[in-house]
């Protein structure tokens, strides 16, 4: 059973009244590679400042193994941090960099030596210890600036957004490499992204964050296949969002059609959201379609189309290997586990419609388009994607 090492308990953070975090509770185990993620401004950068002794918060309290830390400072915490900006000394080469904290505490020669040669093998960069941190590529400055954070044998490391900087490719195999040193190290990482793909990657537990409140904290896996509202649903990876009723347990409407799935719990009746992921979408010939639509927009991605598909003026992503050409008539099926139902949020009705896909939607809209071969009647108005 994984072991509690960091509390932050009813954390509210106000900036010139502005509030920033609300009456946040949350806690990271020991062991633990935790992703704060979310939008800008979202409060997971202030979290981590908290964290890490930078911010002192305006009400609520910080524990670190049982003990209350708002009041101990940065360097008297047993937590480092890797910023974006990772702040190397260009004057100093690599061995030297990684060193400046021992020689700040007076460490005895033969113990940083030991110490930096180990960091060094951890973040594989034995050999480059006489390079200049100039010569480096931007990759091997983060792995220095990780040794250097490291070498001190802190229990938490706080990385806040340290991807950004790198190109795509990059990217990935560090976030392959930062699992493979936290695991190697054994200790906490509190990570910072705004990229739910890097979340998903590298976490073991992900805590999804908006407005400064926590919309969902689980497994990658959970985030993903079981969204607790609409927000997280469309946050993380692509996502149709539509209005559904809930008739009774393991069936649920949408678009006047009924549809088995797997949730339950929900009162008769129930207004809800449905979402369904643009993957679990399998397209069939029209006559067959449990629901049917027009193809406005395709766009080849090397391993699938991108197909946009208008159901009564709601436009639909699916992710698909067949090739449908724009303004073909298509039908879909959907499995009783590609449903995903969810209870009505803030958050209800402005995700999840892909009208802002391509700027030409609006001249695409075809007012004909059927639902499940019936009559059509007059299109539903669709809220705005707020999030284009």
């Not at 792995?143 to 250097?148: D, E």
């Not at 969002?241 to 129930?270: H, N, Q, T, Y």
């Amino acid at each position: 059973m994984s072991k509690e090492l960091i509390r932050l308990s009813n954390v509210t953070m106000a900036f010139d009244g502005d509030v920033v975090l609300d009456d946040l509770n949350l806690y990271f185990n020991d062991k633990e590679f935790l992703t704060l993620l979310g939008p800008s401004g979202c409060g997971k950068t202030t979290t981590l400042r908290i964290v890490g002794g930078f911010l002192v918060p305006t009400s609520g309290d910080v524990y670190f193994d049982g003990v209350r830390i708002n009041d101990v400072p940065p360097h008297k915490r047993k937590i480092n941090t890797v910023f974006q900006k990772y702040a190397l000394f260009p004057h100093l080469d690599v061995y030297e960099n990684v060193a400046f904290g021992l020689r700040i505490a007076k460490v005895p020669e033969d113990e940083i030596d030991e110490r930096v040669t180990e960091m060094l093998e951890i973040v594989s960069l034995r050999g480059f210890e006489n390079r200049k941190i100039t010569t480096l590529s931007g990759g091997q400055q983060q792995r220095v600036a990780i040794a250097r954070a490291l070498v001190n044998r802190p229990r938490v490391l706080l990385l806040d957004e340290p991807l950004g900087a790198l190109d795509m490719r990059l990217r990935k195999d560090m976030q392959s490499e930062l699992k493979r040193i936290q695991q190697a190290m054994g200790i906490t990482f509190i990570y910072v992204t705004h990229d739910q793909e890097e979340a998903l990657a590298m976490s073991d537990t992900v805590v999804v964050m908006n407005e400064g409140v926590i919309q969902q904290i689980g497994t990658p896996e959970d985030i993903y296949n079981e969204p607790k509202n609409a927000f997280v649903a469309d946050f993380i990876g692509e996502s149709n969002i539509v209005d559904g009723i809930m008739r009774s347990d393991k069936v649920v409407e949408i678009f006047g059609r009924k549809f088995d799935c797997l949730d339950a719990g929900f009162a008769p009746d129930e207004d809800v959201d449905v979402v369904i992921r643009p993957e679990d979408v399998d397209i069939v010939p029209f006559r067959e379609g449990q629901l049917t639509g027009i193809v406005t927009d395709v766009t080849f991605k090397g391993m699938q189309y991108d197909i946009i598909v208008d159901f009564k003026g709601f436009k639909w992503l699916i992710q698909t290997t067949d090739y449908c050409a724009v303004g073909s008539k298509i039908g879909i099926k959907i499995d009783p586990d590609g449903f995903h139902v969810m209870k009505k949020s803030k958050y209800s009705g402005l995700y999840g419609d892909y009208s802002s896909y391509s700027e030409e939607y609006e001249e695409l809209s075809d007012p004909d388009a059927d639902v499940g071969g019936e009559e059509s009647s007059d299109d539903k108005e669709v809220a705005e994607d707020e999030n284009a």
